[in-house]
């Protein structure tokens, strides 16, 4: 009788003992419950250990509604296989570079997808491409651009289904011109350029001739700019005798024929301007920082020559940088 009374009072005190909650996935287990990246520095905790998979990303809804239509969730990477994943959400104002870590006690891995953000598309909130990922992101950081005003998506997941804490964090760095240079290493932040300009557009090193007799004012016998590049288009205007525009097809001079011979009066001017558009390759493909000359003739001749620089964007006459 002794032997039962302990048992008898150890199920008594089981049955009024309130229960114990079962544990839960994550808020954000599921492909359309994924949380926002807000902020540049981004740092986030969450326990994958009840984390799941699902054989459709749109099952469920965000509201825990049966759904479908979203394909199988993808859990590979480089042939590397993971599950127990959680998801967050990117969208960048702006272009960018972005530096991504998760951190874990197993080996973590990060795969992040472009998806389509538009409301009246038949594949709204589907995943349209990966855009990178890495088997082992607690060791090595995943690396990768990200263009302004896209969605990106993040998921996070264990190596061969490994749950438990993880520490996420996710750096954006700026390029606000677009032009492959981040912010922090751009000299020239609201306007593109190439990396070895230090992000800022080229300028142009032409040379420009001008050769003219005198004689109340000046008659022109010359009109070269040597060191154009090829595509360049070279403006020579004077006073009371016209304009010639000239497109270089090589490297090399352009002369501006058209206008030797003419005649130039003392308080006229010889104008010439270089401009060069984007190439879309090469050093030149956000265009250049174009050149503008300018000669003021005199009774006698020319007088000291203005040397400027003509805006990358609006042609507009600045001063050289």
Not at 45 to 65: C, I, K, Y
Not at 227 to 254: E, L
Not at 272 to 281: D, I, N
Not at 287 to 313: D, E, I, S
Request: aromatic share 6%.
């Amino acid at each position: 009788m002794r032997s039962v009374l302990p048992v008898l009072a150890a199920a008594a005190a089981l049955l009024s003992a309130p229960a114990i909650a079962a544990a839960a996935p994550p808020d954000n287990d599921n492909y359309l419950s994924s949380l926002p990246v807000d902020n540049l520095e981004f740092r986030a905790s969450v326990d994958t250990t009840e984390a799941t998979t699902q054989p459709d990303l749109f099952n469920p809804s965000r509201t825990g509604a049966p759904l479908s239509g979203g394909g199988a969730e993808p859990l590979d990477c480089n042939g590397t296989a993971f599950g127990k994943t959680v998801w967050y959400d990117l969208a960048p104002a702006v272009d960018g570079g972005v530096q991504l870590r998760a951190t874990a006690g197993f080996q973590t891995a990060v795969a992040v997808y472009e998806w389509d953000g538009s409301e009246t598309s038949p594949t709204a909130s589907k995943i349209k491409r990966r855009v990178a990922c890495s088997p082992n992101a607690g060791v090595d950081d995943l690396l990768f651009d990200v263009k302004g005003k896209r969605n990106y998506t993040i998921q996070v997941g264990g190596v061969g289904g490994a749950g438990g804490p993880v520490a996420l964090s996710v750096d954006f760095f700026a390029d606000r011109d677009g032009d492959g240079v981040l912010d922090a290493l751009d000299k020239c932040v609201k306007v593109p350029g190439v990396s070895r300009y230090g992000g800022c557009p080229p300028q142009l090193q032409v040379a420009p001739s001008l050769g003219f007799d005198a004689g109340g004012g000046i008659a022109i016998t010359r009109l070269n700019v040597d060191r154009v590049p090829k595509g360049a288009k070279v403006t020579a205007r004077c006073t009371g005798c016209g304009s010639q525009t000239v497109k270089a097809k090589r490297f090399g001079r352009v002369s501006l024929s058209k206008l030797v011979g003419k005649r130039v009066a003392a308080g006229g001017t010889v104008e010439l301007r270089v401009t060069l558009g984007h190439s879309g390759k090469g050093q030149y493909k956000f265009g250049a920082t174009g050149a503008y000359f300018k000669w003021p003739v005199r009774a006698n001749g020319l007088g000291p020559r203005l040397t400027r620089c003509l805006n990358v964007k609006s042609a507009k006459i600045e001063r050289c940088k």
